[in-house]
């Protein structure tokens, strides 16, 4: 089972450990996109155009300082992946807490997505740094576009034969759409929040407790040691798990869409 993430604005303050090297990543084979990105992220960022490096970075006149933070990238300390994302889903999956066999599986099968990596493991070694797939870098263009091209082959090896289980957002899913054989393992989840309005049980999207949700799925798979073969048996898992899952119909080559309906957040 491959499962795919969003990262997270939220990060560590600082690394602790020795610089970045890019050869010591995972998926090697993207180790020269790699550099493309941050070579163009470093350059705008050390660009004497604050503003069009904000504007370029989709970023606001307050967050200079992150500016700075990426001037410094193959300098600054790195940090494990697991360690260095900090926002909402990683909140709730809660990897220092996961029993050893757990984290286990966890750095086994979860593929991070990334505007300035790609892609990277959880044992990855990568510095805090600000790089929204939503940016436009000089020399580089639209991010979401350059990865689409980038990241195709390096993520169906990845997928190997078994279910992929997607939670990134949007303008992740974007970089990588699974195609073919990939594609029918593949399930995708939106998650609904059912509440009762005056006797009636209505289903809206949820936004912000999506993450939560999101985060707390996978820690559920990690903790019940779910080795599912197939996209049946991983939606299976989820039921086993008591969470109410609702296919959603799908053409053929295209990845299977479910909705996980919640009644808390």
């Not at 909140?91 to 099968?109: I, Y």
């Not at 939106?190 to 912000?208: C, I, P, Q, T």
């Not at 609702?246 to 990845?255: D, L, N």
Request: glycine residues 8%.
């Amino acid at each position: 089972m491959l499962i795919l993430l969003p990262p997270s604005e939220g990060k560590a303050d600082a690394g602790t450990g020795r610089r970045l090297d890019l050869t010591r990543l995972s998926l090697p084979e993207l180790t020269p996109a790699r550099e493309e990105v941050l070579a163009a992220l470093v350059a705008v960022s050390v660009d004497g155009d604050a503003e069009a490096a904000l504007g370029a970075l989709g970023l606001s006149p307050g967050q200079r300082g992150e500016l700075r933070r990426n001037a410094r990238l193959r300098e600054a300390a790195t940090a494990p992946a697991e360690r260095l994302y900090t926002g909402v889903l990683y909140e709730a999956l809660d990897l220092a807490t996961l029993p050893p066999a757990a984290v286990r599986a966890a750095r086994r099968t979860i593929l991070i997505s990334s505007g300035l990596w790609g892609a990277v493991r959880l044992t990855d070694r990568i510095p805090p740094y600000r790089c929204p797939v939503g940016a436009k870098l000089p020399d580089v263009g639209a991010l979401s576009a350059y990865w689409r091209r980038a990241l195709a082959p390096a993520m169906t090896a990845a997928a190997g034969d078994g279910p992929v289980l997607d939670l990134r957002s949007g303008a992740y899913a974007a970089t990588w759409a699974p195609r073919g054989a990939v594609a029918d393992r593949t399930v995708t989840v939106r998650v609904l929040h059912e509440r009762d309005v005056d006797g009636v049980a209505v289903r809206s999207v949820v936004s912000h407790f999506n993450k939560a949700t999101k985060g707390r799925l996978v820690r559920d798979l990690l903790m019940a040691g779910a080795r599912p073969r197939t996209a049946d048996g991983l939606i299976a898992a989820l039921r086993d798990l008591k969470y109410t899952v609702v296919e959603q119909p799908s053409p053929a080559g295209r990845p299977r869409p479910v909705d996980v309906v919640v009644t808390e957040l």
